[in-house]
């Protein structure tokens, strides 16, 4: 077998990596839609206070020759680029996601995706541009091996973040676009695997804070520095899975194997769950959904949210671990996951938007007298069906109950608007968040011929990487 001296888990990643084989017409349509909203979520976030301070960081290099970045002017380096990329698409928590034994965020990759695939472009005249079809194809193939690997391997309850199978991921989709022989690839994935992993500590209280929202930004960067030592002939270090002691198993996942427990293929972008239309955190997204649809139900009975006695939700134990919280909530990423804010903001308004996590709202003492009404549970078959492959639903309850009202309303939401099982009526949704998300951007009068552009095959595919990336710059 070759590359017989690395572990058969890497070899068996990059193997996919690096196959030939090309994937059909609905698994391209859906990874254009998966690009599109990407790109979307990334020009709103260019617009973010919060974000463009980070972005406007002085340590950032700039370079005239550099690879474009989404919805600025900027040119930068190839890494401070896919720092930037993937920091805006995972900003506004609104990014595609995908719930397992671990969650996460296969759409972080594009980060390191994109700029490789400039890079690439930009520094070798010999040859042509990376095509659009070609980063298509390697997003494909990170969605599968990020999300596969979340099936399995669940590294939130050893307290490591899960923005390490970013930094695994993008490792491996930089090297193959790159043009990278498996064999640096394999030094490149071994690198990331034996590299520091973030602590999960920024995505809870007491410390949960702007740091889950670059997070991702800094992993697939990560991921593409990897590579391109890799480039240079960086060793590999073949036993970094399985080295007693020393090696990841051991010494991150406790005695466990690092495992993939199916075929890698095109399950994951064929199955990725979409946030439309709001951006919640996503075990959230049905108890906003249920909560709009009960604020009209309250209104056309004649109650309004002020009347409101209390409100019960039932919910999975991810959501209670992850988003059930009380207390002062201290900035938007510690409201963007605390279920009670997102559905009091749902009841009073009718809506969620970006700007609802942000001053006034977010000190507004009616919202904060409903946030305290707003108790969770767990419901446990909610749990099984979530942890179901055959449903991975992600259902929630609500029950409220008015002054004057004679008996509790209800509503019971298994599968968001996003969700692979609602898929069809999502298409819409997603154009309109796309149109939304561009609303605030010196983009926007651009917005319609974006969209015709990335939902097209015969448009966007034959597009050079370079020429992708300018049309979504300000230049």
Request: charged fraction near 20%; proline fraction near 4%; hydrophobic fraction near 40%.
């Amino acid at each position: 077998m070759a590359h017989a001296e690395f572990d058969e888990i890497m070899i068996e990643l990059v193997d996919y990596a690096y196959q030939q084989a090309t994937f059909d017409n609905e698994t391209l349509h859906l990874a254009r839609f998966c690009l599109l909203d990407s790109i979307g979520c990334a020009i709103a976030a260019s617009t973010d206070d919060d974000c463009s301070r980070l972005m406007r960081s002085v340590q950032f290099s700039k370079n005239s020759e550099g690879v474009p970045v989404v919805g600025t002017p900027l040119r930068l380096g190839p890494i401070e680029a896919a720092f930037q990329i993937g920091s805006m698409i995972r900003w506004l928590e609104f990014n595609d996601t995908w719930l397992a034994q671990e969650w996460g965020h296969p759409s972080d990759n594009l980060g390191a995706i994109l700029a490789a695939a400039a890079c690439r472009s930009l520094s070798d005249s010999t040859q042509s541009s990376v095509s659009m079809s070609a980063v298509l194809n390697t997003m494909i193939r990170a969605y599968e091996i990020h999300g596969v690997l979340c099936l399995s391997n669940c590294f939130n309850a050893l307290g490591i973040d899960h923005v390490v199978l970013v930094k695994v991921a993008s490792a491996i989709a930089a090297a193959q676009i790159l043009g990278l022989s498996k064999d640096q690839a394999l030094s490149a994935l071994s690198n990331a695997i034996i590299d520091g992993h973030s602590l999960r500590t920024y995505r809870h209280a007491p410390n949960a804070g702007t740091r889950k929202s670059w997070a991702a930004g800094d992993a697939t960067a990560r991921g593409l520095q990897l590579a391109l030592f890799a480039q240079t002939g960086e060793m590999g270090y073949p036993t970094a899975l399985t080295a007693s002691r020393w090696g990841f198993d051991d010494a991150v996942l406790r005695g466990q194997p690092l495992n993939l427990t199916r075929n890698l293929s095109d399950f994951v972008i064929r199955n990725i769950l979409f946030k439309v239309p709001n951006p919640a955190e996503y075990h959230a997204q049905t108890a906003v959904e249920a909560a709009i649809c009960l604020r009209e139900q309250m209104l056309s009975d004649g109650f309004s949210p002020e009347s409101i006695e209390y409100v019960r939700v039932e919910t999975t134990r991810p959501a209670i671990q992850i988003i059930d919280k009380s207390g002062v909530l201290t900035n938007s990423a510690d409201r963007d996951h605390c279920l009670q804010y997102m559905i009091a903001v749902g009841l009073q308004t009718g809506n969620l938007t970006i700007k609802d996590f942000h001053e006034p709202l977010a000190s507004d003492p009616q919202l904060e007298a409903l946030r305290q009404k707003i108790t969770c549970t767990e419901r446990p078959s909610f749990t099984e069906s979530y942890y179901n492959p055959e449903k991975r639903a992600i259902p929630n309850a609500l029950y409220i109950k008015c002054h004057g009202m004679a008996e509790e309303i209800s509503a019971l939401i298994e599968y968001p608007l996003g969700h692979v099982s609602r898929r069809e009526e999502c298409f819409d949704a997603l154009l309109t968040k796309f149109h939304l998300n561009l609303s605030d951007s010196p983009l926007r009068d651009r917005a319609q011929t974006l969209a015709d552009i990335l939902t097209s095959g015969t448009k966007l595919d034959a597009m050079s990487v370079t020429d992708f990336l300018k049309m979504l710059s300000l230049d």
